[in-house]
């Protein structure tokens, strides 16, 4: 009987020859009939593979072999064998599709200049630190908006982004701005959308920024909903969602009744397949499985 596990990863490290690190990616995990989205560009790589465990970890050790993916650090989670419906691995210009690959500074130790790393326990030292001189830690989300709608850190500054692109436009609004002078915690789910989002806002001129080491993910193994962390994480697998304990809060609601909800799906709309939260029973109904705004009529 096979065990599956789902494992994330990422790395930045520059890379001469993203083509051809594609190549020996793809021909790896099909040999070891993996599935999962695996995205290569010059400034590294970023990974999240399912299927047997025993193949993910000759999968993990082959990769470690290569010089620049040595430490990679891997996050771990429960899955079903069927969590992803093909493998795909591509090369582009950024690993993480902020909009901005000519600012950002790689060498072989990660990203240069970006916030600096707390690991969980950490995190909680910070906080406590600053709250005893009577400074406020600013937690500030560095995924798209509609995944905040699940789960976050307790009183986060939820950006309105739909892209991670959008988070350009976002820091340069001039809305954080009161910010800049602040101790500001960038998270997400794994770490690597922070590595960026990090650098971008200091770059910017915000003078104390940290990141959370692992993401939300090491965060809640190390923690699990005894923390500062409410509700469930999104994951963008056939999941979709995951909790850290049975005592996880679901801080969603539904769009049509109001009931507290973590579950996501496609309004039943063709033309329109919006993904929303919605409680079991109107997401049972093709007549309530529909967006409030268009799609009701």
């Known amino acids: 009987m096979s065990l599956n596990k789902i494992v994330l990863f990422y790395g930045f490290t520059p890379l001469n020859d993203p083509a051809a690190i594609k190549l020996w990616q793809r021909a790896l995990c099909e040999k070891l009939s993996l599935k999962g989205r695996i995205i290569i560009s010059k400034d590294g790589i970023n990974a999240t593979v399912g299927g047997d465990i025993k193949d993910l970890k000759q999968y993990l050790k082959t990769t470690r072999e290569y010089t620049g993916f040595r430490n990679l650090d891997i996050k771990w989670s429960d899955g079903t064998g069927e969590d992803f419906p093909r493998l795909s691995v591509k090369a582009r210009e950024e690993i993480v599709s902020f909009g901005a690959p000519g600012e950002l500074k790689i060498d072989e130790n990660g990203v240069v200049g970006g916030g600096t790393h707390l690991k969980p326990e950490e995190l909680h030292e910070l906080v406590a630190e600053k709250g005893a001189h009577g400074e406020e830690v600013v937690f500030f989300d560095g995924r798209n908006a509609f995944e ?7 009183d986060a500054i939820v950006p309105d982004v739909a892209t991670t692109a959008d988070f350009i436009n976002e820091l340069d609004s001039g809305k954080y701005d009161d910010l800049k002078d602040k101790p500001v915690v960038t998270y997400c ?8 989002l990090s650098s971008l806002m200091v770059n910017r001129g915000f003078k104390e920024v940290y990141q959370m080491d692992g993401g939300i993910v090491r965060y809640g193994e190390t923690f699990k909903d005894k923390g500062l962390w409410e509700g469930s994480l999104y994951v963008f697998d056939k999941r979709m969602h995951m909790e850290f304990s ?5 801080i969603g609601h539904c769009i049509r009744c109001n009931k507290p909800s973590n579950k996501f799906e496609n309004c039943s709309n063709l033309s329109c397949r919006n993904l929303n939260l919605y409680c079991v029973g109107c997401a049972s109904n093709p007549e309530t499985l529909l967006c409030l705004q268009g799609c009701t009529d």
């Open 148 to 154: 905040a709608q699940i789960g976050k850190f307790k």
């Open 189 to 196: 789910t794994g770490g690597v959308r922070c590595e960026v």
């Open 246 to 250: 049975d005592e996880a809060k679901e």
